[in-house]
């Protein structure tokens, strides 16, 4: 199935966005300065150990990140992972273990749960609408409503919860959205259809000198059966099916399904817990939902000091 680029640990652009999110964490903590409260009561030469404890039960996301987070702190500790990116875990379970120098650990801690408690927080949250479509052909997908700055952080950890990634943004696919219709007017003073649309939109994709060595995804929203049928007609990689009811996305499969096309179809929309597992037995293969991102509340985490 013809997917987007997905975001793994190895991506270089997550380690990039990492170096530069940690570095101004740094500056928001300490502006060229150190921790006033750990210098004031910690000798220097103090050492000591501290686990990270998870307050509640959730999904791991973050933790192979550590040692680039570690790395750019310039800490002087020891890392032990304990379980990896991606697996569950229960409240009190040890996440890793850190050991060093006692300043480096205290000034680093609140910065590392930071990171730690929003993707973990993220991927349980995806993990959640995941486990409710199970056994279905659908998948769950993120989308662009993320926290500026944290894309890709954010887009890994939905990957981490079983989710997969839409497109990572304007300049990797093309997705033709209702305001883009909307807008555009054609010679006759018309609006410009879906069909055209997506006709446009394939012809320029082969024309532009960054597209024509990549295979660009063509996706486009619509929110009625009439531009639904108007869409299809040109086959496009994958039509949002956006708002619209349930009998409207099973009308939408059996239509695509009666014309034998490859196309894939995408449910949209105010997607909750209550409502995903109704929507994936539709027959749509893709459900995306912004409230994995734009929603997630940061995973209760703690550091703790060991015997």
Not at 26 to 46: A, R, Y
Not at 88 to 109: A, N, P, Y
Not at 207 to 230: G, K, L, Y
């Amino acid at each position: 199935m013809k997917d987007f680029t997905q975001i793994n640990a190895g991506d270089s652009r997550l380690g990039s966005e990492l170096r530069k999110l940690v570095r101004l964490a740094i500056w928001e903590d300490l502006q060229n300065s150190v921790d006033l409260t750990t210098f004031s009561l910690v000798p220097e030469s103090s050492i000591g150990s501290a686990a990270i404890v998870a307050r509640q039960a959730g999904v791991a996301s973050g933790l192979d990140l550590l040692p680039q987070i570690l790395s750019e702190i310039e800490a002087h500790v020891e890392l032990e992972l304990c379980l990896h990116d991606g697996a569950s875990f229960e409240k009190s379970q040890t996440l890793c273990k850190l050991s060093g120098k006692v300043r480096d650990l205290l000034s680093l801690e609140r910065i590392a749960l930071n990171f730690l408690g929003r993707l973990c927080g993220i991927a349980s949250l995806t993990a959640q609408f995941v486990r409710l479509i199970q056994g279905t052909r659908a998948h769950v997908y993120d989308t662009r409503k993320t926290t500026p700055g944290w894309r890709y952080l954010e887009k890994y950890a939905v990957q981490c919860g079983g989710g997969r990634n839409h497109r990572l943004g304007l300049f990797d696919a093309i997705l033709i959205k209702d305001n883009h219709l909307a807008f555009h007017i054609d010679s006759t003073g018309k609006r410009i259809s879906p069909a055209q649309a997506v006709e446009r939109a394939r012809a320029f994709a082969l024309s532009w000198p960054d597209c024509q060595n990549r295979d660009v995804m063509i996706e486009i929203e619509v929110d009625t059966i009439a531009q639904f049928h108007d869409a299809i007609q040109q086959s496009p990689d994958i039509i949002l099916l956006d708002n619209m009811t349930n009998e409207q996305l099973r009308e939408a499969v059996a239509i695509r399904n009666d014309r034998k096309s490859t196309t894939q179809l995408e449910a949209s929309g105010g997607v909750r817990f209550d409502t995903i597992a109704a929507i994936a037995t539709t027959g749509v293969e893709r459900i995306s939902v912004g409230a994995l991102t734009h929603s997630a509340i940061n995973l209760d985490l703690g550091l703790d000091w060991l015997d």
